[in-house]
Nanobody, 115 residues
Framework: QVQLVESGGGLVQSGGSLRLSCAAS????????MGWYRQAPGKQRELVAT???????SYADSVLGRFTISNVNDKSTVYLQMNSLKPEDTAKYYC?????????WGQGTQVTVSS
């Protein structure tokens, strides 16, 4: 069982920055990945960004150039640096891990961007 613990959400003004962190209880090996999804009220959960154990990244078009995902060397912690935040980025952000074919989710952390 993989436990994911998120931190770093909050309230920020439009144009501001936040950094989200997610710590996994196990190491994510090269064949697996971690990332972030988000869900706004009344909308479906959507991909924000992912990173594999080998460092390959993927981003949603809506955050490309503004958000950066990274993981530390032990591959058990992932960060999401969010810059130039917009009100439409307001959502609950969920940490995600896929390990040996099984998906795991964190409890979510709220990000609110005021205009």
């Amino acid at each position: 069982q993989v436990q994911l613990v998120e931190s770093g959400g909050g309230l920020v003004q439009s144009g501001g920055s936040l950094r989200l962190s997610c710590a996994a209880s196990v190491t994510i090996f090269s064949s697996n990945k971690m990332g972030w999804y988000r869900q706004a009220p009344g909308k479906q959960r959507e991909l924000v960004a992912t990173v594999t154990g080998t460092g390959r990244t993927s981003y949603a078009d809506s955050v490309l150039g503004r958000f950066t995902i990274s993981n530390v060397n032990d591959k058990s912690t992932v960060y999401l640096q969010m810059n130039s935040l917009k009100p439409e980025d307001t959502a609950k952000y969920y940490c995600y891990a896929m390990r040996f074919g099984t998906d795991y989710w964190g409890q979510g952390t709220q990000v609110t961007v005021s205009s």
